[in-house]
């Protein structure tokens, strides 16, 4: 069975950092591009960043640009998301998802809720 | 950038009944997916390249369109299926933008 368990939400201050992480289980990691895709409270879902298979290749909303990272670790089946510079509009459930060779996220994790509030 | 422009924001239908839930893409796109969410749940996988049912999603339910819009068409509703559908287009180039939602009521 698919897994993906996010980890490392909380309550920061804005202006501070938070790391998320995602571990996957199930299936063959590193064959798989992976996204972050967030939901504001009651709001719709907003693509954050997707990283390929081996790294080669990573992009950002423009809405995080500079201020996150995203990496993954395949040896350890575990995609990241360093947020830095951290605003109350990053408020949110962070979601990491799989994408699949029809360029669709086919794998959702359950989200990691993330507060930015002083 | 490409914006999805989703039709209703809600609609509320009874059971038995046909609905159709439209997108709208700025620019021609090739395939959409479409994704559905229940309240407190994450996103699943409904239909991809514009008709193809994901695993385990009823046969009442298709896609359709091409170009600039593409449809999600339930053909009788049941209440399993009050939800938020969101639209995404298919592409390989960033950003991988969705639909606002639309989100389905069973009356």
């Known amino acids: 069975e698919v897994q993906l368990v996010e980890s490392g939400g909380g309550l920061v201050q804005p202006g501070r950092s938070l790391k998320l992480s995602c571990v996957a289980s199930g299936f063959t990691f590193s064959n798989y591009g992976m996204n972050w895709i967030r939901q504001a409270p009651g709001k719709g879902l907003e693509w954050v960043a997707y990283i390929s298979s081996g790294s080669s290749y990573i992009y950002y909303a423009e809405t995080v640009k500079g201020r996150f990272t995203i990496s993954r670790d395949n040896a350890k089946n575990t995609l990241y998301l360093q947020m830095t510079s951290l605003r109350s509009e990053d408020t949110a459930l962070y979601y990491c998802a799989r994408r699949n060779n029809y360029y669709v996220m086919d794998a959702w994790g359950q989200g990691a809720s993330v507060t930015v509030s002083s | 950038e490409t914006v999805l422009t989703q039709s209703p924001t809600t609609t509320a239908a009874s059971p038995g009944e046909k609905v159709t839930i439209t997108c709208r893409a700025s620019s021609s796109v090739s395939y959409m997916h479409w994704y559905q969410q229940k309240s407190g749940a994450s996103p699943k996988l409904w239909i991809y390249d514009t008709s193809k049912l994901a695993s385990g999603v009823p046969n009442r339910f298709s896609g359709s369109g091409s170009g600039t819009s593409y449809s999600l068409i339930i053909s009788s509703i049941e209440s399993e299926d009050a939800a938020t559908y969101y639209c995404?287009?298919?592409?390989?180039?960033?950003?991988?933008?969705f639909g606002g939602g639309t989100k389905l009521e069973l009356k």
């Open positions: 995404q287009q298919k592409s390989s180039d960033p950003p991988w933008t």
